[in-house]
T-cell receptor, first 112, second 114 residues
Framework: QKEVEQDPGPLSVPEGAIVSLNCTYS??????FMWYRQYSRKGPELLMY????GNKEDGRFTAQVDKSSKYISLFIRDSQPSDSATYLCAMSGSGGSYIPTFGRGTSLIVHP | ETGVTQTPRHLVMGMTNKKSLKCEQHLGHNAMYWYKQSAKKPLELMFVYNFKEQTENNSVPSRFSPECPNSSHLFLHLHTLQPEDSALYLCASSQDRSGNYEQYFGPGTRLTVT
């Protein structure tokens, strides 16, 4: 079993839709949970982070962590074509290490 | 220049060539990383440097040789690569590796080995 599972997609949605991106993980020791966005021909950029369980909201983006289910989500409201990118989940904090373990990334396409 | 820069952006090399990738960070960070990104695979951590000292080598073949002359610069020296080494090589930096989780990535070098 991979440490972090993420469906590569692509996920195609119409503009204005609510998008739900998800990851599952197997290591219950992870404490920090991150979402990175990667546009084509660019490096990943940190979008959201959450410590332990709970929700965090930033504009149209909401990150959720459910440690009991080992499941994290990123919701994008009112999706825009400019949100088209690959979204990578990452997590760290296991065994005192802050180096993230990444998922494969989900390719999101928002069409006008 | 701001953030993390990488040169070259694209590189095509034969299996017998020797080349180097360069990374520079302008953020005052102390930790730098090399990652390999292949299609449909998670980012693979290759090397970690903290305050110029290598702290992790993730079982990377010796045909990849990192160098960190100071906290702002990181190199990846390549020699006798294989076609399966073709990938996007990403450099990242963070404040340090002991407490700050946020990594800042460069745009990557797209490497093709022929």
């Amino acid at each position: 079993q991979k440490e972090v599972e993420q469906d590569p997609g692509p996920l195609s949605v119409p503009e204005g839709a609510i998008v739900s991106l998800n990851c599952t993980y197997s290591n219950s020791a992870f404490q920090y949970f991150m979402w990175y966005r990667q546009y084509s021909r660019k490096g990943p950029e940190l979008l959201m982070y959450t410590y332990s369980s709970g929700n965090k909201e930033d504009g149209r983006f909401t990150a959720q962590v459910d440690k009991s289910s080992k499941y994290i989500s990123l919701f994008i409201r009112d999706s825009q074509p400019s949100d088209s990118a690959t979204y990578l989940c990452a997590m760290s904090g296991s065994g005192g290490s802050y180096i993230p373990t990444f998922g494969r990334g989900t390719s999101l396409i928002v069409h006008p | 220049e701001t953030g993390v820069t990488q040169t070259p952006r694209h590189l095509v090399m034969g299996m017998t060539n020797k080349k180097s990738l360069k990374c520079e960070q302008h953020l005052g960070h102390n930790a730098m990383y090399w990652y390999k990104q292949s299609a449909k695979k998670p980012l693979e951590l290759m090397f970690v440097y903290n305050f110029k000292e290598q702290t992790e080598n993730n079982s990377v073949p010796s045909r990849f040789s990192p160098e960190c002359p100071n906290s702002s610069h990181l190199f990846l020296h390549l020699h006798t690569l294989q076609p399966e080494d073709s990938a996007l090589y990403l450099c990242a930096s963070s404040q340090d590796r002991s407490g700050n989780y946020e990594q800042y990535f460069g745009p990557g070098t797209r490497l093709t080995v022929t």
